[in-house]
Nanobody, 120 residues
Framework: QVQLVESGGGLVQPGGSLRLSCAAS????????MAWYRQAPGKQRELVAS???????NYADSVKGRLTISRNNASNTGYLQMSSLKPEDTAVYYC??????????????WGQGTQVTVSS
């Protein structure tokens, strides 16, 4: 069984910064892809950023230059450094990972989400 647990959300003023973490635990063999999605009230969930095991990254146009995704393969932890935050970044942020388990099973896992609110 694999679990993803996010942390680091909260309330921040416009222009501020937050760092989200996503810790994967369980019978993990390897993590191919880690990604962050977000869902604002009344909107569809959207991809924010993703990172491959090789370190290759991809970002939504709306966050380029402001958000940075990274990962620590040794600890199976992903991060989303958020800077120059705007009110429109307000959403529940979800961690997502494509994981190969020690049993050989491959599965896509989601975290429970963490709220980010950007407001003065």
């Amino acid at each position: 069984q694999v679990q993803l647990v996010e942390s680091g959300g909260g309330l921040v003023q416009p222009g501020g910064s937050l760092r989200l973490s996503c810790a994967a635990s369980g019978s993990i063999w390897s993590i191919y892809l880690m990604a962050w999605y977000r869902q604002a009230p009344g909107k569809q969930r959207e991809l924010v950023a993703s990172i491959m095991g090789s370190g290759t990254t991809n970002y939504a146009d709306s966050v380029k230059g402001r958000l940075t995704i990274s990962r620590n393969n040794a600890s199976n932890t992903g991060y989303l450094q958020m800077s120059s935050l705007k009110p429109e970044d307000t959403a529940v942020y979800y961690c997502n990972a494509h994981i190969s388990e020690q049993s050989g099973r491959q599965e896509l896992y989601w975290g429970q989400g963490t709220q980010v609110t950007v407001s003065s």
